[in-house]
């Protein structure tokens, strides 16, 4: 980036109109479309592909344990808490990095330096060999971020959907993938915006909504 763009304190300056941006509207309409239509697509899944042997499969975990729809809700709740929390951040970004810095947005820390007459902040190389290095370890963080949902709605939703999960496991590891490669090899956001689109936008809320329809079967809803 153009030092002359920077502001003393090392990042760009943040306009004041940029300062009034809302991103909890953002982040709530993110939450809850997705997933109204990925829990739909989801059902529409159960009911005309798998309603039979998921059916089956259900009163076989049932007999199991007449309760083990909860452990599905506990884990829908569980995704949830981990959604919100990856984005809680977001909420304090537009007061952080100007609206038009780019993928400086990404940087998940901002370091200050200590010990001079004028302090400035720190933040990781975007440039070059180094840049992309920083950016597929960030590629690599953001996977870790989100693996718990994945984990754990592919544990749950596994028994009661196999093939449904085994195709939303394969989307997945390849918007991953791109997301990685397009992370390090481009940036953010047209380099990583394709793979997230596949992979936690697609393959992760449908298979958070498989997990759904099964704890609404489990719970003697459907």
Not at 20 to 27: D, E, G, Y
Not at 63 to 80: D, K, P, T, V
Not at 89 to 94: D, F, G, S, T, V
Request: hydrophobic share 45%; with cysteine; proline share 5%.
């Amino acid at each position: 980036m153009d030092s002359s763009l920077l502001s003393p304190t090392g990042l760009p300056p943040v306009a004041e109109e940029d300062k009034k941006r809302a991103p909890a509207k953002f982040i709530t309409v993110l939450f809850f479309l997705p997933r109204a239509v990925f829990y739909a697509v989801a059902y529409a899944a159960y009911k005309f592909v798998s309603k039979t042997t998921a059916d089956q499969s259900m009163v076989q975990l049932k007999s199991f344990n007449e309760n083990i729809g909860c452990l599905y809700i506990a884990a829908l709740i569980f995704s949830w808490m981990m959604w919100v929390l990856n984005f809680y951040a977001i909420n304090w970004e537009p007061l952080v990095f100007a609206k038009d810095s780019g993928s400086l947005r990404t940087n998940m820390f901002v370091f200050k330096t200590l010990g001079s007459d004028k302090s400035t902040h720190v933040i990781l190389d975007n440039d070059g060999p180094v840049g992309s290095y920083n950016r597929a370890n960030r590629g690599l963080y953001h996977t870790l971020e989100y693996g718990p949902i994945f984990v754990v709605n592919f544990i749950l939703a596994g028994p009661v959907f196999p093939k449904l999960v085994l195709g939303a496991t394969v989307t997945y590891a390849v918007g991953r993938l791109l997301y990685q490669y397009g992370y390090a090899h481009v940036g953010w956001p047209k380099g990583s915006g394709p793979g997230f689109l596949l992979s936690n936008l697609l393959a992760l809320n449908f298979l958070e909504g498989l997990t759904a329809v099964a704890a609404l079967g489990l719970t003697g809803v459907l």
